[in-house]
């Protein structure tokens, strides 16, 4: 009697194995499935019962761990109804269909609203969405800056190329720009902007006055010694990139009535930076604020087409070479 039960249980539990990795048949249907990062295979296996890929999430636990599978990676796959365990696990083993990306590059010295225009221009965003999600307040600064109040983006959204999926939204992309912005200058000595008598925040505002005005690499750490020198003096940087910020639109000439324009960021009216950056600067813009040039440089201006500035300290030296540009 004990061994027809022993047989009987046995041929009960292998049909019910058999059962619980068959499929129920019928016509197959196509099924996306999205599998979460760090989902374990418990968690995979319930989503697969739930979408009708296989009978039974037991029955797939099983099938894997008998098959000893590693973790099956975050990521689009595409699956069918009615599938044995073995079959769907050996498509999700062979790792998530690769997923379409687009090229997006921001180049130094953008402000946010330019920003805006690259990412409209190769994702499903449009700049006033970005600008929304940028002007949101929901997107964190990188740690070192200061949270005493909400801050502008303007400034941290990473000069680079990036590769980004196609069905990004604006958030996604925010995020990706302000993690590089805290990758790139993780390494650098930050200690040296309370040396400067400035703030971290401050020094990328500084860095962005640089990017905005140095057109050759030479001339970075230069720009940045004159900077620092007038506001030690007490004079006003009176530094045209922050009008033409101040501005409603961009000018290609900027006229006397210009440097008049009532604004914070017109620093020929104001004392000091202006309150926020005025573009996104590169690495050696921030490199080159934290590390200026010894010079007692106070004035420069640019003397050629490559971009080149001459650099003084004394006025009237300034206003000679620039009637030597002017009238050469």
């Not at 902007?193 to 990328?204: M, N, T």
């Given at each position: 009697?004990?061994?027809?039960?022993?047989?009987?249980?046995?041929?009960?539990?292998?049909?019910?194995?058999?059962?619980?990795?068959?499929?129920?048949?019928?016509?197959?249907?196509?099924?996306?499935?999205?599998?979460?990062?760090?989902?374990?295979?418990?968690?995979?296996?319930?989503?697969?019962?739930?979408?009708?890929?296989?009978?039974?999430?037991?029955?797939?636990?099983?099938?894997?761990?008998?098959?000893?599978?590693?973790?099956?990676?975050?990521?689009?796959?595409?699956?069918?109804?009615?599938?044995?365990?073995?079959?769907?696990?050996?498509?999700?083993?062979?790792?998530?269909?690769?997923?379409?990306?687009?090229?997006?590059?921001?180049?130094?010295?953008?402000?946010?609203?330019?920003?805006?225009?690259?990412?409209?221009?190769?994702?499903?965003?449009?700049?006033?969405?970005?600008?929304?999600?940028?002007?949101?307040?929901?997107?964190?600064?990188?740690?070192?800056?200061?949270?005493?109040?909400?801050?502008?983006?303007?400034?941290?959204?990473?000069?680079?190329?990036?590769?980004?999926?196609?069905?990004?939204?604006?958030?996604?992309?925010?995020?990706?720009?302000?993690?590089?912005?805290?990758?790139?200058?993780?390494?650098?000595?930050?200690?040296?902007?309370?040396?400067?008598?400035?703030?971290?925040?401050?020094?990328?505002?500084?860095?962005?006055?640089?990017?905005?005005?140095?057109?050759?690499?030479?001339?970075?750490?230069?720009?940045?010694?004159?900077?620092?020198?007038?506001?030690?003096?007490?004079?006003?940087?009176?530094?045209?990139?922050?009008?033409?910020?101040?501005?409603?639109?961009?000018?290609?000439?900027?006229?006397?009535a210009d440097y008049e324009y009532p604004s914070p960021y017109n620093t020929y009216l104001n004392d000091g930076l202006p309150?926020?950056?005025?573009?996104?600067?590169?690495?050696?813009?921030?490199?080159?604020?934290?590390?200026?040039?010894?010079?007692?440089?106070?004035?420069?201006?640019?003397?050629?087409?490559?971009?080149?500035?001459?650099?003084?300290?004394?006025?009237?030296?300034?206003?000679?070479?620039?009637?030597?540009?002017?009238?050469?």
């Amino acid at each position: 009697m004990l061994l027809l039960l022993v047989v009987a249980g046995g041929a009960g539990a292998t049909g019910l194995y058999f059962w619980a990795t068959g499929t129920p048949g019928g016509p197959a249907r196509a099924v996306p499935i999205e599998v979460p990062s760090g989902a374990t295979i418990a968690e995979i296996s319930e989503l697969l019962e739930e979408k009708g890929v296989v009978r039974s999430a037991f029955a797939f636990r099983l099938v894997a761990r008998l098959r000893g599978a590693p973790s099956i990676q975050a990521g689009r796959y595409e699956l069918q109804t009615n599938m044995r365990p073995e079959a769907a696990l050996e498509i999700l083993d062979g790792g998530p269909i690769p997923e379409e990306t687009v090229t997006l590059t921001i180049p130094e010295g953008l402000r946010v609203d330019q920003v805006a225009e690259r990412v409209a221009e190769v994702l499903p965003v449009t700049a006033k969405e970005f600008l929304a999600a940028a002007e949101s307040r929901r997107h964190a600064l990188p740690p070192y800056l200061p949270k005493r109040r909400a801050r502008s983006l303007e400034g941290f959204l990473f000069p680079k190329t990036y590769e980004l999926p196609a069905t990004a939204d604006a958030d996604v992309v925010i995020e990706r720009l302000l993690a590089q912005f805290e990758e790139e200058v993780s390494g650098l000595d930050w200690g040296r902007a309370e040396r400067l008598g400035l703030s971290p925040y401050e020094i990328v505002i500084v860095a962005s006055l640089i990017e905005r005005e140095a057109r050759v690499d030479e001339d970075r750490r230069k720009i940045s010694s004159v900077i620092y020198n007038r506001i030690e003096q007490g004079m006003r940087l009176q530094i045209d990139a922050t009008v033409q910020y101040a501005l409603p639109e961009h000018k290609p000439r900027l006229t006397y009535a210009d440097y008049e324009y009532p604004s914070p960021y017109n620093t020929y009216l104001n004392d000091g930076l202006p309150p926020t950056p005025i573009a996104s600067p590169g690495l050696a813009s921030i490199e080159a604020a934290l590390r200026p040039a010894k010079t007692n440089y106070l004035f420069y201006i640019l003397v050629d087409d490559d971009g080149r500035h001459a650099f003084t300290e004394s006025y009237d030296e300034f206003l000679n070479i620039k009637n030597r540009v002017q009238s050469g």
